[in-house]
């Protein structure tokens, strides 16, 4: 029983280990993870995904390539580019599930990179993960399962220390 609970609580540490890299390790080699939140690049990245966007010279652009850029403040969005228009600056892009067009033109300031690659599901958890409720539980399933990783050894170490339970 006591070689099961072990594997469980590896198993678990790793499976949580696994899931802070995948979101943090990418920022640290320059990559941007972003949710897919909505159907218009379907099937390339999936609802739910999460992409990683590097960062890319416009000019390195070209038709064809998907591209991550803003709209306004607040709005990010990443569709294919189907022409460039180099004179101008811009790039007319379209999601790969519309039947039509973006409406404007993409400035190459607005660019903000290129996607590299996603995984599927993740960009669900990555978005619960970055609320505040997210990030406490995320804390929390963390240290619960690093204490019942190492618990049993704790409790052995004492009871070896002690005197075994006798009075």
């Known amino acids: 029983m006591k070689r099961v609970y072990k594997w469980v609580t590896t198993i678990l540490l ?24 909505s159907g218009s690049m379907e099937p390339t990245y999936h609802v739910g995904s999460l992409v990683y966007i590097s960062k890319v010279s416009p000019e390195d652009v070209e038709v064809g390539d998907p591209i991550t850029f803003n709209i306004g403040e607040d709005t ?9 228009d180099q ?14 067009e973006d409406g404007g033109t993409v400035a190459y300031s607005a660019v903000i990179g290129k996607p590299v690659f996603s995984i599927p599901y993740m960009g669900y958890i990555a978005v619960h993960a970055s609320t505040r409720t997210g990030t406490i539980l995320l804390i929390t399933l963390i240290l619960v399962v690093l204490i019942l990783t190492f618990l049993p ?3 052995m170490k004492e009871d070896k220390d002690g005197d075994g339970g006798e009075s």
């Open 87 to 100: 004179d101008n600056q811009c790039f007319k892009t379209k999601g790969d599930a519309n039947n039509t």
């Open 14 to 37: 790793i499976v949580l280990i696994a899931f802070v890299a995948v979101l943090f390790v990418p920022r640290v080699l320059g990559l941007k993870p972003l949710a897919v939140l």
């Open 153 to 155: 050894d704790w409790l």
């Open 76 to 84: 990010i969005v990443t569709h294919r580019v189907i022409e460039v």
